[in-house]
């Protein structure tokens, strides 16, 4: 596909359909063009997950108690079972900088990790979505991944497989979002 075509035909997929992740080597695959990213003074700070069964239930479980928390139980068995739905699973992580512009660099880095990520798995016909919710950002969640918080920012939490729908989507016109300069 046109590149120009790809960038504007993806879409974040909710919904997978119920067969099996996609192999692993496609996903491999993916990350090792996806690293091609741009990355100020090639730090390459990006750290991929791929998740287990083990390591999805723990986290199904771990937002299941966060969302019961807030929601009650029913809104925690019904976000569980649509977890648990997910064929796969993959976590983004940057290595941390104790310099400010060091990190928004790699962090920024990271995004388009992400975006490199999406696309050459919506050209293999994988639909991805990018999730940063509150699981993310607790202690569990790094002790699930096996992750030093101290080292390494969770970028995100990316789910795949294969899209059951793709969603319609637009983006506002170039005058609302360009503005010339003199």
Not at 125 to 152: H, L, Q
Request: charged share 25%; proline share 6%.
């Amino acid at each position: 596909m046109d590149i120009k075509d790809l960038i504007k035909s993806r879409r974040t997929i909710h919904q997978f359909k119920p067969e099996p992740e996609p192999d692993d080597a496609v996903i491999h695959s993916a990350i090792e063009h996806a690293v091609w990213a741009p990355n100020h003074y090639m730090t390459q700070p990006w750290r991929f997950y791929l998740l287990g069964d083990k390591s999805k239930n723990q986290i199904c479980l771990l937002n299941a108690e966060l969302v019961n928390e807030k929601q009650g139980e029913r809104a925690a068995e019904i976000k569980f079972n649509r977890w648990q739905a997910i064929p796969g699973w993959l976590v983004l992580t940057c290595r941390t900088s104790d310099d400010e512009i060091t990190m928004g660099e790699d962090y920024a880095s990271c995004c388009c990790v992400a975006q490199n990520l999406m696309l050459v798995l919506w050209n293999a016909g994988i639909g991805m979505k990018w999730t940063t919710g509150a699981v993310i950002r607790t202690p569990a969640f790094y002790d699930i991944i096996k992750v030093n918080s101290e080292t390494e920012e969770v970028v995100g939490l990316f789910w795949y497989g294969f899209p059951a729908e793709i969603p319609a989507a637009d983006r506002k016109p170039l005058d609302q979002v360009l503005t010339h300069l003199p």
